[in-house]
Every structure is written in structure tokens, then in C-alpha cells.
Nanobody, 125 residues
Framework: QVQLVESGGGLVQAGGSLRLSCEVS????????MAWFRQAPGKEREFVCAISGSGGVTNYADSVKGRFTISRDNPKNTAFLQMNSLKPEDTAVYYC??????????????????WGQGTQVTVSS
């Protein structure tokens, strides 16, 4: 099974920044579309952003456009989420996910085959 490990979560004040990383096992990382989702207690898991295998296509939820940036470093088998201008409503567990469709930057949890364990992001007001 492909394994994903998130890191970089923590506690920050509103307006601050945080950078999450997702390391992925295997030799075919460049052929995976990658995404970030988040889930707050009592709420459904929601889409944050996604990137195609080559990095040529990205999608962002309206709530994070202009504040968050997804990127990837394929030789390092790593995807990133740069989070700026953080708001309390960004507080959630953040999960990275891998899709075996390399041209995709898809929006639904069901589109993704492999998931990390999650990392907590807490934004104080």
C-alpha cells in the first residue's frame, strides 16, 4: 500500500502562516494527482486544493483561494500546502491524499485511493 505521512501542523495566531508537507512512498509519485482535505470536529471532510501529477493543473476551494498554495517536488516524493493569512475557521485536521489518475486535480474524497493520517492545524483568534 502507498503510504502518506503529513507533517508541519501546529498552533498559530490568526493572520499567521504554516507550511504542511506530505511525504509519499513508492516510485510513481509523479503519476499521482495529490490533494489536501480538512475536517473539523462535527463537520464533513471538505476539499481544500489539488494538483495534477506534473503540477500543471491546480484547483482550490473558494474559501482558500489567494491564501493557500499547493505545490509538489516530485524528485522528493513530497507535496506541500503553504497556508497564509490563516483564520480561526481554518482550524481542522488536514489530510493529504493521492489519486492514481495523473492528469487529475480532483475534488471529491471518493476520487482518492490513498490517505495520510492527518495533522492538526489550530488557528487562535
Amino acid at each position: 500500500q502507498v503510504q502518506l505521512v503529513e507533517s508541519g501542523g501546529g498552533l498559530v495566531q490568526a493572520g499567521g502562516s504554516l507550511r504542511l508537507s506530505c511525504e509519499v512512498s513508492g516510485r510513481t509519485f509523479s503519476r499521482y494527482g495529490m490533494a489536501w482535505f480538512r475536517q473539523a470536529p462535527g463537520k464533513e471532510r471538505e476539499f481544500v486544493c489539488a494538483i495534477s501529477g506534473s503540477g500543471g493543473v491546480t484547483n482550490y476551494a473558494d474559501s482558500v483561494k489567494g491564501r493557500f498554495t499547493i505545490s509538489r517536488d516530485n524528485p522528493k516524493n513530497t507535496a506541500f500546502l503553504q497556508m497564509n493569512s490563516l483564520k480561526p475557521e481554518d482550524t481542522a485536521v488536514y489530510y493529504c491524499a493521492a489519486d492514481t489518475t495523473p492528469w487529475g486535480a480532483r475534488l471529491r474524497p471518493h476520487d482518492y485511493e490513498y490517505w495520510g493520517q492527518g495533522t492538526q492545524v489550530t488557528v487562535s483568534s
